[in-house]
């Protein structure tokens, strides 16, 4: 479960940060209206409770008959149910709850982008600084405060984590998605 719990923290503190900061680096050149827009379609996801997360994704994505799972099947394409094998549960658990988290890092990092004084902005480009040296010496050093708040935020979180690990799998297959909350849950509960 600790071994689990570290892989999952892991994922979480790389791959919904990358996701959230590249899309809200893409909406801060938006115009106001469609940014807004934007920004409820990412939102929209972590709104809806978990359990409507869970069961959209078991029914619709990785059902072996029914879903994204079984058509890829029913192409010639043998490949397992994720959340049945032992080697993939895991990462398609995080999957859910990845798709669930980075539209909230992609408000929060887009609020703080918005915050970043604009005369810096106008300052390094009246320079010559490229795209990617605006947002790494001006955009990232602004808002390094939001970007390791929210890196904590995570690490507590991910330690947290049980509904989509009790909702799609249970802990198994074999113990595969067992964190340290399911552990705990099964020990008090059950045993």
Do not use: K
Request: hydrophobic share 50%; glycine share 8%.
């Amino acid at each position: 479960a600790l071994g689990n719990n570290i892989r999952w923290t892991i994922l979480f503190v790389t791959v919904p940060v990358v996701i959230g900061l590249l899309a809200a680096v893409l909406l801060l050149g938006r115009s106001r209206r469609s940014r807004t827009i934007y920004q409820l379609i990412f939102l929209f996801p972590y709104v809806l409770a978990p359990v409507t997360n869970a069961m959209l994704w078991l029914n619709i994505i990785f059902n072996p008959l029914t879903g994204v799972v079984g058509y890829v099947r029913t192409l010639g394409l043998n490949i397992p149910a994720p959340l049945g094998n032992i080697h993939t549960a895991l990462y398609a658990v995080a999957s859910v709850d990845i798709w669930h988290y980075w539209g909230f890092l992609t408000i929060v990092y887009l609020a703080a982008l918005r915050q970043t004084p604009s005369e810096q902005v106008e300052a390094a480009q009246v320079e010559g600084a490229s795209g990617w040296q605006v947002f790494r010496y001006v955009y990232i050093p602004s808002i390094l405060p939001t970007i390791l708040l929210m890196y904590v935020m995570i690490i507590i979180f991910s330690f947290l984590t049980f509904d989509y690990i009790y909702l799609l799998t249970g802990g198994g297959p074999a113990h595969a998605t067992e964190m340290l909350s399911t552990y705990a849950y099964t020990l008090g509960f059950s045993s």
